[in-house]
Nanobody, 126 residues
């Protein structure tokens, strides 16, 4: 059974850092692109960052460029989202998702991502 499980969320002060993990099982990570998405209360889900199957290509939302870094470790079947210089507007539920069709020619958006985790809450507040 294909499964994605997010972890690492929590409460952090503005300017702080968190590392989210997306542990996958039931499929070979190398066959899928992975994306991180977030949804804040009352807002639509938005793409935060996506990484290709090879791990050599990445995309970031303008709002997180220079602050967030996506990476993947095939040996551990895990994808990470390192978040730094966090802002209150980064508060949201963060989801990871897998796609067999996403490539760098596409926008980092939820269409094309077929398999989703349950999400992890990130709250940035003093």
């Amino acid at each position: 059974q294909l499964q994605l499980v997010e972890s690492g969320g929590g409460l952090v002060q503005p300017g702080g850092s968190l590392r989210l993990s997306c542990a996958v099982s039931g499929f070979t990570l190398d066959n899928y692109a992975i994306g991180w998405f977030r949804q804040a209360p009352g807002k639509e889900r938005e793409g935060v960052s996506c990484i290709t199957r090879s791990g050599l290509g990445t995309k970031y939302a303008d709002s997180v460029k220079g602050r967030f870094t996506i990476s993947r470790d095939s040996a551990k079947n895990t994808v990470y989202l390192q978040m730094a210089s966090l802002k209150p507007e980064d508060t949201a539920i963060y989801y990871c998702a897998a796609s067999r069709v996403w490539t760098l020619s596409r926008l980092c958006r939820s269409d094309g991502f077929s398999f989703w985790g349950q999400g992890t809450q990130v709250t940035v507040s003093s």
